[in-house]
């Protein structure tokens, strides 16, 4: 609800400044979808408007074929993070001071080891637990044993959930803050059981943030390189094959394309979350204030 005595001029200017803020971030953005749509590509003399390398995006079989190896990994990660940080976040609601400052230790731990050496550990550990693995396949004569943990789709997608799952977490557990936990007491106390309740009740009003943090895992995967490049094995990612071309031969026409294809579609998404987020806050809004209003009042 809006402060009726707060300084409209304050106000504007702090949009100002988060707005001007969120340019600034954004201006590489722009750049790359200003390259994207020049005939003669990066660094060239002369700048001529034309959609055609959007015509020809899929032609490059390289790029595709990477986009569509990023694209299995992020939906993948979605499936199993956005579940892992949903328990872990109610986890956290329920619990006492000392097991919350645990779980958000647990948590957050990921976001301050360096991304290089986050990469290197778990490529120490795969390796090793490849050889553990083999050893065991000798032994029983189980020959599936020997590739269950090399180098490939599979120690890729565990590296992206322990990099995701933070954010993940920290974004779900914003939107329980407004959530009562007397709303799911009441639900059971009326007969729901515990999924009845949590689905009804709980998750339209953390849907958003669930929908959110959906998005981010997507957009995480999307950009993320280092921890992928080494734990992926024999397969390319978008972003592995664009930092390629700009260390060899620099980006193509088809990757500037890409990537500004990439960027409208993670910019119309996310800015859908926020314009629906609140449209429909400030609809709940108006809501409570006419329910709380006397009856007969203007």
Do not use: H
């Amino acid at each position: 609800m809006q402060d009726d005595y707060a300084n409209i001029w304050g106000i504007r200017l702090q949009w100002a400044y988060l707005l001007a803020v969120v340019f600034v971030l954004m201006v590489p953005v722009f750049y790359n979808l200003y390259i994207s749509f020049n005939e003669f590509g990066f660094g060239a003399a002369r700048y001529e408007f034309t959609l055609d390398w959007y015509g020809v995006i899929f032609t490059d079989r390289l790029l595709t074929g990477a986009m569509g190896w990023t694209l299995a990994l992020a939906l993948v990660t979605v499936v199993f993070v956005v579940p892992m940080g949903l328990l872990t976040a109610k986890l956290f609601k329920q619990a006492g001071r000392r097991l919350k400052l645990t779980v958000v230790a647990v948590m957050l731990l990921p976001l301050f080891v360096p991304a290089d050496i986050f990469a290197s550990a778990l490529l120490v550990f795969f390796k090793q637990l490849n050889r553990i693995f083999q050893t065991v396949a000798e032994m029983t004569g189980i020959g599936a044993f020997e590739t269950w943990f090399e180098l490939g789709f599979m120690t890729a997608v565990i590296g992206l959930i322990i990099y995701t799952i933070p954010y993940v977490f920290i974004v779900i557990l914003i939107t329980m803050g407004r959530y009562r936990a007397e709303q799911t007491e009441a639900a059971r106390s009326c007969g729901a059981t515990a999924w009845r309740a949590f689905w009804d009740v709980e998750f339209p009003q953390i849907r958003a943030g669930v929908f959110s943090s959906c998005a981010f895992t997507v957009i995480l995967a999307f950009n993320e390189y280092v921890r992928t490049s080494t734990l992926k094995g024999g397969f390319d990612t978008f972003t592995s094959v664009l930092v390629s071309q700009m260390l060899n031969i620099g980006m193509s026409e088809q990757s500037y394309a890409m990537g500004g294809l990439i960027s409208a579609v993670a910019i119309t998404v996310i800015g859908s979350i926020i314009v629906f987020t609140l449209v429909r806050t400030d609809r709940l809004q108006r809501i409570e204030r006419a329910k709380a209003q006397p009856v007969g009042a203007d």
